[in-house]
């Protein structure tokens, strides 16, 4: 099989213009003198595309996919390595680039397909075709710079694909076209798909990945970070993904202010850590206090990333500081936008009576199996009075996360069997 794009050795650096001139005086003074920063946006990147392949780019805002995709179109130049090209090549990248504002949606048909390279003859032939497929009618007569959106999208689109090439490359934008256009686009490129075209598409839709590329590549932080089958990739990208907004989660509660005192062994501390919250995170009167709370799998290993369905205990350290009476024990699980998914105590479940409590114990909230789908969990723990009034009570002092590599969707999964009748 033949190659159709090859990506050797690939870094890309920009530079960015700084001015550091403030003032008028520093302006006169420093005049024509810019401080240029460089930066690598990508770092040795090396890609074989075969002839054929449907490849879903991936990766956080920032991380370099456009850039790629800009220097496959040889829009920009590697400043280290080389890109090969086998085939003709058509691609949407930003929503409107090449586009004039001012020309009609035919003046820009005939503009853009002869940059991609046809004659005018040639588009003279595929013009219906074009503005039918857009479905743009009457606004395929007005000048481009009234366009919506998702009209902008039809208009490159619909160019982009009649040039017939042999490499289509997509940057995003066909997420603001409506369902009808987007459902429309996807045949579009199954169609070419099998034909044996080759397709390079950047995306934020992970289930698009999924549904047509045949491969997925993470890009992060101007690096191939993993290469492999889209659910695969997805997976692991997801996995990323919520690891970084559970540090997010942490960061942005520490910043909240008062640190919470807590009483903790520090090789507990990197994976049960108390989040510094605000004053209300943290309220009682300490007769009872919690000293510790770390999560934990069947085999007693400490951790906070858990697969669905899989075993997970919560282990509770307390101390009883002055006698107390009616004690209760409680937890309750929340969602990182603070919906509430579960939430139970001791009395309610009619379990350790307070005669039975130690001065000194730890406590462990067993779940056989976690019903909880893929996301950041925060945890409250709660140890008070029957009666309400709080010993010690933690709000979303606690995070941890799950993972799944089912497909289902929502907080829970429920227990359940499909079954076809008759
Ligand atoms: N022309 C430019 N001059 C300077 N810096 C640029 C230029 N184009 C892109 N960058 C920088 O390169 C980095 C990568 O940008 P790029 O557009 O490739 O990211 P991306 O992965 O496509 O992100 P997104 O998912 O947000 O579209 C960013 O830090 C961006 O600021
Ligand atoms: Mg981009």
Redesign the pocket.
């Known amino acids: 099989m033949s190659y159709s794009i090859e990506v050797s050795n690939v870094s890309k650096k920009?530079?960015?213009y700084i001015d550091k001139q403030n003032t008028l005086k520093d302006k006169v003074l420093r005049f024509g003198k810019q401080t240029v920063k460089e930066?690598w946006?990508?770092e040795e990147i090396n890609l074989m595309i075969n002839e054929g392949q449907t490849v879903g780019l991936v990766?956080?805002?920032?991380?370099?996919?456009?850039?790629?995709?800009?220097l496959m179109t040889k829009i920009l130049y590697p400043d280290v390595g080389s890109i090969k090209i086998n085939g003709r090549v058509s691609s949407l990248l930003e929503l409107g680039a090449g586009f004039h504002p001012e020309f009609t949606g035919i003046e820009n048909i005939y503009m853009n397909a002869s940059i991609l390279g046809l004659s005018k003859k040639e588009i003279d032939a595929k013009l219906n075709e074009i503005i039918a497929f857009s479905e743009l009618h009457e606004y395929i007569h007005q000048p481009v710079r009234i366009y919506s959106s998702g009209m902008y999208m039809r208009l490159a689109f619909s160019v982009a694909i009649s040039v017939d090439p042999d490499i289509l490359l997509i940057?995003?934008v066909l997420a603001v076209g409506d369902s009808a256009f987007q459902n429309k686009c996807l045949e579009k490129i199954k169609e070419l798909k099998g034909k044996g075209k080759t397709i390079v598409v950047?995306t934020?839709d992970n289930s698009m990945v999924e549904k047509i590329c045949d491969r997925a590549v993470w890009?992060n932080n101007?690096k191939v970070r993993a290469d492999g089958s889209p659910r695969d990739i997805i997976m692991q990208y997801m996995a990323f993904l919520s690891e970084e907004e559970n540090k997010r989660l942490i960061e942005d509660q520490k910043s909240e202010s008062n640190e919470i005192p807590l009483n903790e062994s520090p090789e507990l501390w990197h994976i049960a850590k108390p989040i510094e919250s605000s004053n209300h995170s943290r309220v009682g009167n300490k007769k009872i206090e919690i000293l510790n709370v770390w999560f934990s799998d069947s085999q007693e290993q400490i951790k906070r990333n858990f697969n669905t369905g899989e075993q997970m205990i919560i282990n509770i350290q307390y101390k009883i500081n002055e006698k107390a009476s009616s004690v209760v024990f409680g937890v309750g699980f929340f969602t990182s936008d603070n919906t509430y998914c579960y939430g139970t105590n001791t009395y309610i479940d009619r379990s350790i009576p307070s005669e039975s409590l130690p001065n000194e114990g730890h406590i462990r909230f067993n779940i056989s199996k976690l019903t909880l789908l893929p996301g950041v969990y925060k945890l409250d723990v709660a140890v008070h009075h029957e009666n309400g009034e709080p010993y010690d009570y933690l709000t979303s002092v606690y995070s941890f996360q799950v993972s799944s590599d089912i497909n289902d969707v929502g907080i829970f999964r429920l227990d359940h069997t499909w079954e076809l009748k008759g």
């Not at 990766?59 to 800009?70: E, H, V």
């Open positions: 920009f530079r960015n930066d946006i990508l990766g956080r805002n920032g991380s370099g996919k456009s850039t790629l995709l800009k940057d995003e950047v934020h890009i101007g």
